[in-house]
């Protein structure tokens, strides 16, 4: 049972342009959501987080979207770099869980110069 | 954040045998936990680390498979016992450095990461 999907094996977007991560879950007791970066041979690096109480959250290039009522959140890179390249997992928590992660599957985001 | 160091970073082992890996962390940390990433796969929480008592481990995982220490604030080991082929992961340990309140959350931090082959 897989409570966090990230329905894109990979994505492919030009250096400048908009990259567009998505991310549905599928528990509704998921009240926490974060975006991690990975890249090979190195552990998970923390990028941003949302809250269920928010509906959007901004950090410099990146903005992470929450729409509950879909159970669908989404990770905006504006403007993508070359340095952008990795895997991103989306990955939910609920606060009365023992703040354990539930990961998706991952994207794997390649930037064009 | 905290900075987190894991050992030995990569290992090749042979069937039957036992691995131990250490996640050593530069600060006190509230919680930690120990993930496997399978190949092509996403990361799967095997248990959570307590200081001082058993660990708690999730659904497919038990303590004679992945017996867990965590005998302080800033050090945990995991052992992969009686290891087949299907152990091939990387194995994670993160951290939660404090406890989230009412109102917030905490973000968990994650190690390098241990690339055990079995063979």
């Known amino acids: 049972d897989q409570q966090v999907k990230q329905n894109s094996p990979s994505l492919s977007v030009q250096e400048g342009r908009i990259s567009i991560l998505n991310c549905d879950y599928t528990?509704?007791?998921?009240?926490?959501f974060l975006w991690y970066k990975k890249y090979p041979a190195e552990g998970p690096t923390f990028l941003i987080s949302?809250?269920?109480?928010?509906d959007k959250n901004e950090d410099g290039r990146f903005t992470v979207f929450l729409n509950k009522s879909a159970k669908h959140l989404s990770l905006h890179i504006v403007p993508s770099q070359p340095g952008d390249s990795a895997v991103y997992f989306c990955?939910?928590?609920?606060?009365?869980?023992?703040?354990?992660?539930?990961f998706g599957t991952g994207t794997r985001l390649t930037i064009i110069p | 954040s905290a900075v987190i160091s894991q050992k030995p970073s990569r290992d090749i082992c042979q069937r039957g045998t036992s691995l131990t890996i250490q996640c050593q962390v530069d600060?006190?940390?509230?919680?930690m936990f120990w993930y496997r990433q399978q190949p092509g796969q996403s990361l799967t929480l095997i248990a959570t680390?307590?200081?001082?008592?058993?660990?708690?481990?999730e659904s497919g995982f038990v303590i004679d498979k992945f017996p867990i220490s965590r005998p302080n604030l800033t050090f945990s080991t995991l052992t992969v016992s009686n290891m087949s082929p299907e152990d091939s992961s990387i194995y994670l340990c993160?951290?939660?450095?404090?406890?989230?309140?009412?109102?917030?959350?905490?973000?968990?931090?994650f190690g390098p990461g241990t690339r055990l082959t079995v063979l």
């Open positions: 993160s951290v939660l450095p404090f406890l989230a309140g009412p109102l917030n959350h905490n973000e968990q931090f």
């Open positions: 528990n509704s007791m998921f009240d926490y």
């Open positions: 949302i809250s269920s109480i928010k």
């Open positions: 990955a939910a928590s609920a606060h009365f869980g023992n703040e354990k992660l539930t």
């Open positions: 600060s006190q940390v509230t919680m």
């Open positions: 680390a307590n200081q001082g008592s058993e660990a708690t481990y």
